[in-house]
């Protein structure tokens, strides 16, 4: 038991740089004291004393902004930061080393006995305001950034973002040390998905304007009186889309619908 509490209270100094020294970390954590409060309720819930249970739980919510059913599973080196308004839910399971930050909901969508809550494996961060609902597993290492609504599995390694979560695969040749830790779910350089969507399709459109530049001209060229309205210009690429260098099938001479 006092082995747990102290890596309780090193993996706060690990996460949260703002952590000076043991005291406050004891005295001014909410998200330490829901956590230890919840193990009391989780034995209680284990060992049938279910009333008892939630009464510890529904103290913990008043104390601490931090709503945990007892029926929850969490592993170790759990770390709640902040903590005002989490709610876990009773079939939610947490590995080791994960991080919830404020506002995040662990629900479910719908009424149904059985598991409906989501499992988070080892190593989760998950962002201020995100939503996770449902029975479904968010893979060891990955990440959702704030604000997010996420419905469906998140692999390993991934993050997801947006509303509904759009995932973006983790990058391959990331060292270790690299992946360690992400406040809020957020790395320096995460890309926007939708931003990367909407780049793809402005670069393909520059392919087919200069595919029918060159049907125009071929056409004059046979002696046609066809004059195309001008097309109006697009904007520069600035959403991460392919390589602007990358030369386009028009360039190139090939088009696989020959």
């Known amino acids: 038991m006092i082995s747990r509490m102290r890596e309780d209270i090193q993996s706060i100094f690990h996460r949260d740089p ?21 193990r009391v309720a989780h034995w209680l819930w284990r060992h049938n004393w279910k009333l008892l249970a939630r009464l510890v739980s529904h103290v913990s919510r008043w104390l ?4 945990i059913h007892p029926g929850a ?3 170790r080196r759990f770390f709640i930061d902040h903590g005002m308004g989490v709610v876990i839910g009773e ?4 590995g080791d080393d994960v ?65 509904p979560g759009r995932i973006i695969e983790a990058k391959k040749d990331q060292a270790p040390e690299q992946a360690d830790f992400d406040a ?18 402005l670069t393909h459109l520059k392919a087919m304007e ?21 097309l109006p210009e697009l904007p520069d690429n600035s959403f991460g889309g392919p390589d602007p260098e990358a030369k386009t099938a028009s360039e190139t001479g090939t088009d696989e619908h020959r």
């Open 210 to 230: 200069g595919r029918v530049d060159g049907m125009c001209d071929a056409l004059r060229d046979l002696g046609s009186d066809y004059c195309a309205q001008e």
């Open 91 to 94: 079939t939610a399971e947490i």
């Open 99 to 163: 991080t919830l930050y404020h506002g995040v909901t662990l629900g479910g969508t719908t009424w149904n006995k059985g598991k409906r809550h989501p499992t988070l494996l080892d190593g989760v961060v998950v962002g201020a305001g995100a939503k996770v609902l449902g029975p479904f597993t968010v893979g060891a290492g990955a990440k959702i950034g704030s604000n997010a609504v996420v419905t469906k599995e998140v692999p390993a390694g991934a993050t997801a973002v947006g509303i």
């Open 18 to 38: 703002a952590a000076r020294n043991t005291f406050e970390v004891l005295t001014c954590y909410p998200g330490l004291h829901a956590i230890w409060l919840h």
């Open 64 to 67: 601490t902004g931090i709503e």
């Open 73 to 75: 599973k969490i592993g």
């Open 184 to 201: 809020y779910g957020i790395s320096g350089d995460m890309p926007d998905p939708v931003a990367r969507s909407i780049g793809a399709i």
